[in-house]
């Protein structure tokens, strides 16, 4: 089983930056694609940023330049979203996602709250 626990939400002005972090444990596989999704509200789920495992990204455009994925396996897994530039239709509950491409079976987090507002 995999467990994903996001933190690093909350409240900043336009213009700010935050910075996510997601903490998996559980079993793990090299083929794993880790990455951020975000909801907001009223709208559909979608794609922000992917990262393989070899270091390999992919962002969705409307972050693209503002927005970094990042991933860190020494000990355990940690992923990082550093979202800089932030505007207020960067408001959403990002979530925490695994995608084992094996089985196309999908994990998420719990989500974080992201406000950008003045």
């Known amino acids: 089983q995999v467990r994903l626990v996001e933190s690093g939400g909350g409240l900043v002005q336009p213009g700010g930056s935050l910075r996510l972090s997601c903490a998996a444990s559980?079993?793990?596989?090299?083929?794993?694609?880790m990455g951020w999704y975000r909801q907001a509200p009223g709208k559909q789920r979608e794609l922000v940023a992917i990262?393989?495992?070899?270091?390999?990204?992919?962002y969705a455009d409307s972050v693209k330049g503002r927005f970094t994925i990042s991933r860190d396996n020494v000990k355990t897994i940690m992923v990082y979203l550093q979202m800089n530039s932030l505007n207020p239709e960067d408001t959403a509950v990002y979530y925490c996602?695994?995608?084992?491409?094996?089985?196309?079976?999908?994990?998420w987090g719990q989500g974080t709250q992201v406000t950008v507002s003045s």
């Open positions: 996602n695994l995608n084992r491409r094996f089985n196309s079976q999908n994990y």
């Open positions: 990262i393989t495992s070899g270091g390999t990204t992919n």
């Open positions: 559980g079993v793990m596989f090299s083929t794993d694609v």
